[in-house]
């Protein structure tokens, strides 16, 4: 049986760069990447609900529900499997994106929220959180040239409320988190994120020149 893999999660506010930095180290570590909300075909249609900005009016516990339903179906089809199967997964969001969106942003009550996280991921955890963290001024000038989605419409205080929430997720747990300036240049970033990602997990599979898995 094929050892089992291990699970990077990529967190932070919109316009962070946390989704540029998934994709490029996903690549480094020969790891697959996937990503919350949409990351299955009913997580499609869950993401079009809460995104879309014409989306009909949600109320914040139905709000919750619905990402831990894209969750739970994206862990069963997607997550669960590669694990099992020993790959390394990489997703752009996790668990966390919860607790500080609709709990520190939204105003929900948090642990509330971990328990609703739990029973949806059947306690699976990631094997390590990497927080992209920005200022909320830089996250948003990223983004100013972008339609923004219904989340990044609610303005510069939400983004600040979940910037805190995301740094006292890191802060209570640092032996599962690890918070990495986002304003460093990308190629730097990456490189900082999977030496990083090397010395929490261990041996890492690198995609070589040739295109072939080594492990270091």
Do not use: C, N
């Not at 997607?78 to 969106?101: H, K, M």
């Not at 942003?105 to 990497?130: I, N």
């Not at 909320?136 to 929430?165: H, K, M, N, T």
């Amino acid at each position: 049986m094929p050892a089992p893999g291990r699970l990077v999660a990529f967190e932070g506010i919109d316009g962070s760069g946390k989704s540029t930095q998934a994709r490029a180290v996903a690549t480094a570590l020969g790891a697959r990447l996937t990503h919350e909300p949409g990351a299955t075909a009913l997580g499609v249609s869950l993401r079009q609900l809460l995104l879309a900005p014409d989306a009909p009016p949600i109320s914040l516990r139905a709000e919750a529900l619905l990402m831990a339903a894209d969750r739970a179906e994206h862990i069963e089809l997607v997550v669960a499997p590669a694990l099992e199967a020993g790959e390394w997964v990489v997703s752009d969001r996790f668990s966390g994106s919860t607790l500080a969106y609709q709990g520190y942003g939204r105003g929900l009550d948090v642990a509330g929220l971990s328990e609703l996280v739990s029973w949806a991921t059947a306690g699976l955890v990631p094997d390590l959180s990497v927080l992209i963290d920005v200022p909320v001024e830089v996250a948003q000038a990223r983004l100013a040239s972008s339609a923004p989605d219904r989340l990044e419409r609610l303005g510069p205080d939400f983004a600040q409320r979940v910037r805190d929430g995301f740094l006292a997720l890191a802060g209570a747990d640092p032996d599962h988190w690890v918070v990495l300036d986002g304003t460093l240049e990308v190629g730097a970033l990456t490189t900082r994120i999977v030496e990083v990602v090397g010395a929490r997990l261990g041996e890492l599979s690198v995609v070589t020149e040739g295109g072939e898995a080594a492990h270091e």
